[in-house]
């Protein structure tokens, strides 16, 4: 069973930057595309990055392209979400999420952490 744990969130002011951070387990993932999704209050959740497991192939939502980076640890099997230049529309809860590079839809879900952006 795949199991997800992330950390890393926090308090920021405008412009600043976290490093977010998904510790995966519970199988090999190799085939697997990770991802990070986030929800702010009374909005629905929405896709912000996602990466292969085999090969590294990256995918970013238009709101955060050039402002986030989306990595991964195949040995600490942990996936990574660096953010720079946040804004206050940034604020959400961020949660990483694990399918099958062929299925359709993302099975696995961790906790999520959250993220706040001052202005």
């Known amino acids: 069973q795949v199991q997800l744990v992330e950390s890393g969130g926090g308090l920021v002011q405008a412009g600043g930057s976290l490093r977010l951070s998904c510790a995966a387990s519970?199988?090999?993932?190799?085939?697997?595309?990770l991802g990070w999704f986030r929800q702010a209050p009374g909005k629905e959740r929405e896709f912000v990055a996602s990466?292969?497991?085999?090969?590294?192939?990256?995918a970013y939502a238009d709101s955060v392209k050039g402002r986030f980076t989306i990595s991964r640890d195949n040995a600490k099997n942990t996936v990574y979400l660096q953010m720079n230049s946040l804004k206050p529309e940034d604020t959400a809860v961020y949660s990483c999420?694990?399918?099958?590079?062929?299925?359709?839809?993302?099975?696995?879900w961790g906790q999520g952490t959250q993220v706040t952006v001052s202005s």
């Open positions: 999420a694990a399918r099958m590079v062929v299925a359709r839809e993302f099975g696995s």
């Open positions: 519970g199988r090999t993932f190799s085939g697997y595309l």
């Open positions: 990466i292969t497991w085999t090969g590294g192939r990256t």
